[in-house]
C-alpha cells in the first residue's frame, strides 16, 4: 500500500514537471520569435548600411571591410543558431549567401577606388537583391562586376 502510494505520488509530481515546462517552452516562445525578428532586422539594416557605404564616395575602405566583417560574422552566427528560433527559417539562407558573397566582394575589390558611377550600380545591385530576397542575383552581378574591373 506504501509503495502505490509513493508510486501515485511520483506519477503525479512528474505529469506537473512536464506541465510547467511546456508552459514555460510556450511563454518563452514568444520572446524567441520577437528575438528572430529582432536578429533579422538588425541584419537587413546593416546589409543595408553596407550598400550605403559602398555608394558613398567619403566612406573609407576600413569602414566597408568592418561593416562586411560584421554581417558575415552576424549571418554565419544566426545560421549556427537556427535550431534554437521557433517557426520558419527559409530566409537564413539568403542572409548567409549574401553575407558571404558581401564579403568576398569587399575582399577582393578596392570600392574606395572606383569611380562613384560604380559604386553607385554596386549599391543598386545589393538593395535590389535584398529587396527581393534573391542571393544568386547579388552573386551573379558583383561576380560579373567583379570581371569587368
Known amino acids: ?48 548600411e553596407l550598400a550605403i557605404r559602398i555608394g558613398d564616395e567619403d566612406a573609407s575602405a576600413e569602414e566597408i571591410e568592418a561593416l562586411a566583417f ?29 553575407g558571404r558573397t558581401l564579403m568576398m566582394f569587399v575582399n577582393n575589390n578596392d570600392v574606395t577606388e572606383m569611380s562613384i558611377q560604380q559604386r553607385d550600380v554596386i549599391f543598386q545591385t545589393i538593395m535590389s537583391g535584398v529587396g527581393s530576397k534573391d542571393s544568386d542575383f547579388i552573386e551573379q552581378q558583383l561576380a560579373g562586376y567583379s570581371d569587368t574591373k
Not at 554565419?76 to 539562407?93: A, K, N, Q
Open 1 to 48: 500500500m506504501i509503495k502505490k502510494r509513493w508510486f501515485i505520488l511520483l506519477a503525479l509530481l512528474l505529469v506537473i514537471s512536464v506541465g510547467v515546462n511546456v508552459y514555460q517552452y510556450q511563454a518563452h516562445q514568444d520572446d524567441l520569435v520577437e528575438a528572430k525578428s529582432t536578429d533579422l532586422t538588425a541584419i537587413r539594416g546593416l546589409m543595408t
Open 70 to 98: 560584421s554581417l558575415n560574422r552576424l549571418t554565419s552566427d544566426l545560421s549556427s543558431s537556427e535550431h534554437l528560433y521557433p517557426g520558419d527559417t527559409r530566409d537564413y539562407d539568403f542572409y548567409q549567401k549574401t
